[in-house]
């Protein structure tokens, strides 16, 4: 790890990087019940084999670390490492299925220890399980559920105060943060958010700030009336707002069909693509990047842009993976500098960056230290926020 000077310590980065935090490295019953005694991702990530000659899997945590969420001194060991490397805050995914909540505990470890000084903010990742990983899409573990009613959306509500009251949660004039993964999907979303606009503002706070993971295609803009904002989620949103970079002719057709499609016809493509196509997609990680840096934006809305590390998904999808390369820590270091140089155009309201991701390593897509790299990604971090080489 390297050493910066005490000057460099004190120097403010030149925006605040909001990395996801992904929560599925601790074992619960449910998916006890599902994939087997002890299951954690780490169980996914074990077994990635490489799928071509130098093909990078397994991806394999530095010193053997296969940490357990369930520990408080895990949370307590990423928080410290996010914050000497210049990471602003982190986005913790957050299931929640009408009432019963998944994978919960590093979130509520962080809610028990206000001593844990990191801003942080949750993404509703409002979808339904299935067994997709091995080509069981409609095999469905858990169905997301989304009742228009004041007593199921105050249940929720009643669980989200606590992040939402919290001191660190990260804020927009004031007014914390709540990312929704999928908006379209919820029925009578308008009414949602303003009951959950009147409740906070009963209980002191100046109001919320909704934003949407935007990736593939907009929701219909009927969906997006409440939102405050919208943040790209990438490499998704990069990767299908242009046919770029290697991929085998039958996926760029499938990739361009898709692209004109409603959401929900392109769930439906993409699920039938990962069963019943049997080879690599690949997509071309620079020219990805060069298509974050240009994406058009519509000027009547607030886009917060997004930025990834990786992205690999092959200890999950096997031969049916989806892949970016070639990547380097610096090839990502280059790319995510010329992102923070952007920054001061975008007239934002905060200069937030959302990175995919701090550790989804099944998808290969984080910034803990691994054996091949070390903590190389996260000296890119640092050299890009802090404007050095």
């Known amino acids: 790890m390297k050493i910066e000077s005490d000057s460099m310590s004190r120097a403010q980065p030149r925006a605040k990087l909001i990395a996801i935090y992904f929560p599925q490295f601790h074992a619960i019953a449910e998916n006890d019940a599902w994939w087997g005694q002890g299951f ?4 996914n990530v074990r077994t990635g084999t490489p799928q071509f000659e130098g093909h990078y899997q397994p991806r394999v ?8 969420q369930s520990k408080l001194e895990t949370l307590r060991w990423q928080v410290d490492l996010a914050q000497k490397y210049g990471v602003y ?3 913790h995914y957050h299931y929640w299925f009408d009432g019963k909540q998944l994978l919960e505990t590093p979130t509520n470890l962080m ?7 990191f801003p942080f903010c949750l993404s509703w990742a409002n979808e339904t399980w299935s067994k997709r990983w091995d080509g069981h899409d ?5 169905q997301q559920k989304h009742p228009p009613t004041h007593t199921s959306w105050k249940r929720h509500y009643d669980y989200l105060i606590k992040a939402w009251r919290d001191p660190r949660a990260i804020k927009v004039d004031g007014k914390p943060v709540f990312v929704i993964y999928r908006p379209q999907f919820i029925e009578k979303i308008d009414e949602m958010l303003a009951f959950w606009h009147q409740l906070a503002h009963q209980d002191g706070l100046p109001g919320l700030y909704f934003v949407f993971q935007k990736q593939y295609e907009l929701p219909q803009a009927s969906c997006l009336k409440s939102f405050d904002a919208e943040f790209q989620f990438q490499p998704f949103e990069a990767a299908y707002a242009g046919i770029n970079g290697k991929k085998s002719l039958r996926s760029s057709r499938l990739f361009g069909l898709m692209r004109g499609l409603p959401e929900r016809y392109q769930d439906l493509l993409r699920g039938l693509k990962a069963k019943f196509v049997k080879e690599l997609t690949f997509h071309d990680y620079e020219s990805t990047w060069c298509q974050v840096l240009n994406i ?6 607030t886009t917060y842009p997004g930025a990834f590390v ?5 200890s999950r999808y096997k031969s049916r993976a989806t892949i970016f390369h070639p990547v380097t820590p610096v090839i990502f270091q280059k790319y995510l500098t010329d992102l923070v140089d952007s920054m001061p155009k975008r007239n934002l309201p905060e200069n937030f960056i959302f990175l995919n991701a701090w550790n989804e390593w099944a998808e290969g897509a984080y910034l803990e230290p691994d ?3 070390g903590y190389q990604y996260l000296d890119a971090v640092k050299a890009a926020l802090f404007n050095h080489g």
């Open 40 to 43: 954690t991702d780490w169980n």
């Open 61 to 68: 945590p530095l010193n053997q670390n296969y940490y357990d």
């Open 89 to 91: 805050g982190f986005c």
């Open 111 to 117: 809610l028990e220890n206000p001593d844990i000084d």
């Open 138 to 142: 409609h095999h469905v573990l858990i």
């Open 296 to 301: 058009q934006v519509d000027s009547h809305r």
């Open 310 to 314: 990786d992205w690999d998904n092959a």
């Open 371 to 373: 054996e091949r790299f």
